[in-house]
């Protein structure tokens, strides 16, 4: 079973241009997740979708925005860039919101310069 | 205001000795806490959880310690290994209802052959 797909692995971006992070998760679970990993700041919500057609703000939403058209894909999407950015994105899932178990993804490692 | 904390970054440890990592919260409303283990490179991954109706929880090597009053809990690993050399996140949430899992910063353990 895949569970969590990234991609692409990773990524340099030119600062001001956009970007769509992809993600998508085969386990039919309704609440999809996107955290940013920084040094030192430990593993931060950006945006999380209840299910599919409904998404919400996390602790780090600004400068990123998300869609969930359907239930299996929830991508992220940088619209200009920036340096502070710069960060490991991991995707997540779980059966529901407040499910506790959050299946992750492998990452996808951005670099905006 | 950081509701979960981890205040060791590192730990490191003999192969074959006890590895505990640490982990405290500030809202008193969490009932159901988790450990994440994360290899370089990869997504993290579930590793053991406690509910708080209880004190304790064991897994094969790994057992969480849950002290509410404290407001406390700890991973021992026992014996450690060398590949248990990972970051360990702790997390917490409120079971039952819609709130996201809120996540330490992390702490790199090494354990040393």
């Known amino acids: 079973t895949a569970g969590i797909t990234q991609a692409p692995t990773s990524q340099i971006l030119a600062a001001g241009r956009s970007m769509t992070l992809r993600c998508t998760q085969d386990m039919r679970h309704n609440a999809m997740y996107w955290y940013r990993q920084d040094l030192g700041l430990g593993l931060r919500l950006i945006h999380y979708?209840?299910?599919?057609?409904?998404?919400g703000k996390g602790e780090v939403p600004d400068g990123y925005s998300v869609s969930r058209a359907n239930t299996d894909d929830f991508p992220l999407t940088l619209a200009s860039a920036v340096p502070s950015q710069t960060s490991v994105y991991f995707c997540?899932?779980?059966?529901?919101?407040?499910?506790?178990?959050?299946?992750f993804g492998a990452g996808t490692r951005l670099s905006v310069l | 205001d950081q509701q979960v904390k981890q205040n060791s970054p590192s730990l490191s440890v003999q192969e074959g000795r006890i590895s505990i990592l640490n982990c405290d919260y500030t809202?008193?409303?969490?009932?159901?806490f988790l450990w994440y283990k994360k290899y370089p490179a990869e997504g993290p991954t579930f590793l053991i959880s406690?509910?708080?109706?209880?004190d304790k929880n064991e897994d094969g090597r790994f057992t969480v310690f849950l002290n509410k009053s404290a407001k406390h809990l700890s991973l021992h690993i026992v014996p450690s290994q060398p590949g248990d050399s990972a970051v360990y996140f702790c997390a917490a949430s409120i079971q039952g209802g819609s709130e996201k899992l809120v996540f330490g910063k992390g702490t790199k353990l090494t354990v040393n052959p």
């Open positions: 406690i509910s708080s109706i209880k």
């Open positions: 997540a899932s779980s059966e529901m919101l407040g499910s506790n178990i959050q299946y």
């Open positions: 809202n008193s409303m969490f009932d159901y």
């Open positions: 979708s209840n299910t599919a057609g409904t998404t």
